[in-house]
């Protein structure tokens, strides 16, 4: 089979050693005759699975012990709901739109009804192009939170730099580019990621809550609490038991290579040399304001719908997977997650440059 190099917003690449390790142990999972699959979720192989996924995660993202971490279900879209629906019933909640998860998030809140949501900033006019600033006065301080999308997938923008919030607590959906960009958990008082970019596979919701917004309000379902799910350390019904164990794998995978910092420092260099092509070339250009480019989704056009639909095309004959841009940008997207290789990055650049020189650039 030829190389092929797999470009997918999420899921996405998944680093090989884990998948080999996964398969090695797919049928016979520590000589106990049972696969992961297969075992109780109450049991002590699956027990040690679990804390040992939550202390990797703990190491890796440096989480100060007054913070739980839940694996749930649901992907981020459920985190939509469940944010306003424990932080701020009956009260106001802020959120910055820039760009169509920002959007989805916005409108969840709005569908509940007892909840004052308020756009304090937005970057939609210019096409979700650019992160907007905001300054501390724009920020009512009684609100119960200021929601941001670190990374914009479909975008490919990124908060670098948090908004100075003051007493407000952030909550972020931090889905494209937890532990490929090297927060401070501290400055935050949820982070939310759906697993199926650079944790594991889809079915797996991390979620990391500060204890004091834990169990403020009552919530009438159990299966949309955190209380009920941190009382019951992520086992108040079956949890995703092989996707928690994948995360597990990748998170040592993670350690294994460096850590967080090295991922950031490795995602920058593959980032920056697509983007040193992009700004090069005369054919290809990025829509993105350079200061605010994602090192994680990095959409690219021709400026000419026939020709990125040439691309994609061709693209794929080449081995390169799932370039296609998102439905509603079109042009093309690179995702490079944590376990995207270089090589993949070189061959598209060689790639392009045979394209444009073969397309009039
Ligand atoms: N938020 C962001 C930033 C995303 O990229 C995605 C999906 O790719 C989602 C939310 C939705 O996640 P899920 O499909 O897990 O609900």
Redesign the pocket.
Known sequence: MNTVYNFS??PAVLPKSVLEKAQSELVNYENSGMSVMELSHRSSLFETIIQGAETLLRELMNIPDNYKVLFLQG????QFTMVPLNLAQNRKALYINTGS?SKKAISEAKKLGNIEVEVIASSEDKNFSYIPEVRKEDIPQDAAYLHI?T???IEGTTFYELPDAGNVPIIA?M??NILSVDYNVADFGLIYA?A?KNIGP?GL?VVIIKDELIGQVDVLSSMLDYSVHAKNGSMYNTPPTYGVYMAKLVFEWIKEHGGVQKMEELNKAKAAMLYNEIDHSTLFSSPVTPKDRSINNIPFVTGSDELDKKFNQEAVKEGFENIKGHRSVGGMRASLYNAFPKEGVEALIQFMKKFEAENGG
């Open positions: 917003a999420g992907g981020a879209s459920l998860w999308t990374n914009n997938t959906d889905s494209s759906g199926q889809a919701t």
